[in-house]
């Protein structure tokens, strides 16, 4: 539980009193959802996404899903093992010992030709489409909210986390959310640690920018400069709506 003195920096108060929604809350989280899928499907409708599945060349088999879990990272096979601990010979149960062999790849061994209109075809169960957000909420998620909110950052700081997590993963090394927050602490404070929350999150994105630009996949930082970016410099740390922004050349409109 956050104590009372981190609770006062990761929560904006309003003029009438009120502290203002942390990503978790429901509308946020949606709101949160939709930018991400502006940014990894040009669409700001997620829930459209539970079928999406390709190999986008970056070195981690196929991305798929609401966040794009990877046949390469773990977070793939992880998910299907879920899904079929929940509904055993489910359509996808069959590529468990396939997923566990690419694991840490980028090899389609053991998939090909048939999983990717399997994925499709596992997208359409209501058991699936949960088996995903919970592994999202596990993996990423509440992970990255939990982080930000430690280092008290309101919901604008929590969904930098939470994008940087999705594209970059959990872990430790430079090129990982770890890596990259280390990198910001190393040239600013964070809220909780008495810093400025504008200052602290300019230096994360710079040190996220610095982690896509070594990637070739990611390199495109437009995610980056045309919309968290945005949000910082018009001051919107509670990420409130109307939100306005755009991805890859692409303009989108949060109104409400």
Request: with cysteine; hydrophobic share 40%.
């Amino acid at each position: 539980m956050l104590t009372a003195t981190l609770l006062t920096l990761s929560l904006a108060v309003t003029g009438t009193g009120t502290a203002a929604p942390a990503l978790s809350e429901p509308h946020k989280k949606d709101i949160a959802m939709r930018l991400v899928s502006s940014a990894e499907n040009s669409s700001l409708d997620w829930k459209a996404q539970y079928g999406y599945i390709e190999d986008i060349k970056d070195e981690r088999g196929y991305t798929a899903g609401i966040i794009g879990f990877c046949s390469g990272t773990g977070d793939m096979l992880e998910l299907v093992e879920l899904y079929t601990k929940r509904k055993p010979g489910n359509v996808l149960a069959k590529y468990l010992p396939a997923l566990r062999k690419v694991n840490g790849t980028d090899s389609h061994a053991g998939l090909d030709p048939t999983f990717t209109k399997d994925w499709k075809a596992a997208a359409k169960d209501p058991v699936f489409q949960r088996a995903q957000n919970d592994e999202r909420d596990r993996v990423y998620f509440d992970p990255a909210v939990s982080r930000a909110e430690k280092d008290g950052l309101r919901a604008l700081g929590q969904f930098v986390y939470y994008d940087a997590m999705v594209m970059h993963g959990p872990g430790g090394d430079k090129l990982s959310f770890g890596g990259i927050r280390k990198a910001a602490l190393a040239k600013a404070k964070t809220p909780a640690q008495g810093g400025d929350e504008v200052a602290y999150l300019n230096a994360f994105l710079d040190a996220r920018k610095a982690a896509m630009k070594a990637e070739e996949a990611h390199e495109d930082t437009t995610r980056v400069d045309t919309m968290q970016r945005v949000f910082l410099r018009n001051g919107n740390l509670d990420l409130e709506p109307p939100l306005k922004w755009k991805v890859y050349g692409d303009s989108y409109t949060i109104k409400s």
